[in-house]
């Protein structure tokens, strides 16, 4: 379900792919949710196990959303994760022993043991490494495309992500602002879960949903079931391809429920029970994997296969990660940037 919130217009019709695409599509991005649950509650049980330092943040409900994030970047695209984008950052490329290492502060991770374990990301790959200040990420994503414009590249896209309290801020407020004023390819997904932490909705906005926002900024606006895969995948897939051919910022709107607390540490006992029950609240992973039994897209051992292979590969990540050494003070130079001087070349 897509709501065009720009001028009142109303979205496209396409032509529907190939059924066989659509199928191996929807499969893949089962494979990306699956992949992030099952990481995701080995985490939790390392964090309680004592043997993770620092906070746990889960995406469990969000998997829908954040896989159809990371699938339809293409290279040169940026992408732009928060804390409940696993499943995203997995599609995007991130490997899954980058995650493990920077949990377990192994030194051959990409934060080199040194930084908090949500913070991770590599640049140069235009993953960019996530900024705990809510709302933060979008004027950085802005800056970045900004950038590559200036540098002449064409055809990229920009893609990153928020929660409903984070666009509460007011770096999400300029960010959303300059990105429509200078018209770069930009689409944000939003996805409300509900909850800011423990403040619920009807205090952090008073419109009816945060895609009427989008008229407002001059985006394009969709809002959809975060727990339905398909619709994930269609309204995010649109709004990367509308952005790629320079239609005005995308702005997509995800309904769901925080399947958890805001980390680990929180027991989420301020959500009421009657809230679990609304549709919105419903478990992604196991919505899809009712969608892909009842229309034999894969059998029940074929879904068993494919649990038991994702946990070995999360298990070996963790047992490598477990060999590896902590930051060594002494062997460190602990400065902050990636290079000793301001400027690269040390003639200058």
Sequence with gaps: MLQAARRGKKSS?????????????????????????????????????????????????????????GMFLKKGDVFGPLIRDQAGRSAFGEPLLDVVRTYLGSVKGPMRGRDGNIHRGRPRENQLAMISHLGA????????LLAKRMKGEKGFVGLTTLGEGGMQTGASHE??????????????VVTNNHWAY??????????????????GYGYEGHKIEGTDLNQCLDAIETAVKRAR????????????????????????????????????AEDPVARTEKFILENSLMTRDELQQLRTEIAKQVDDAVATAQQEDAPHAREEDWRSMSTQQLIDNPSV
């Excluded at 695409?21 to 004592?50: C, I, N, P, Q």
């Excluded at 997509?252 to 809230?275: F, T």
């Design 13 to 69: 019709s396409k032509k529907a792919a190939p059924k066989a695409a659509v199928h191996e599509r929807f499969l893949e991005a089962f494979r990306w949710m699956l992949l992030a649950r099952t990481l995701e509650d080995k985490l939790r049980s390392l964090y309680r196990g004592g043997m993770i330092v620092g906070g746990v943040y889960l995406g469990r409900g969000q998997e829908a959303v954040s896989a159809a994030c």
């Design 137 to 144: 990420m979008i004027p950085v994503m802005v800056g970045k």
């Design 198 to 215: 423990s403040t619920p909705n009807e205090r952090e906005f008073a419109c009816a949903n945060l895609v009427d926002r989008a008229i």
């Design 245 to 280: 051919a320079g239609r005005p910022p995308q702005l997509v709107v995800a309904e769901v429920l925080r399947l958890a607390g805001h980390g680990e540490h929180d027991d989420a006992s301020y959500v009421p029970q009657e809230m679990k029950g609304q549709p919105f």
């Design 175 to 188: 960010g959303l602002n300059i990105a429509a004023v200078e018209q770069v390819p930009l689409v944000v």
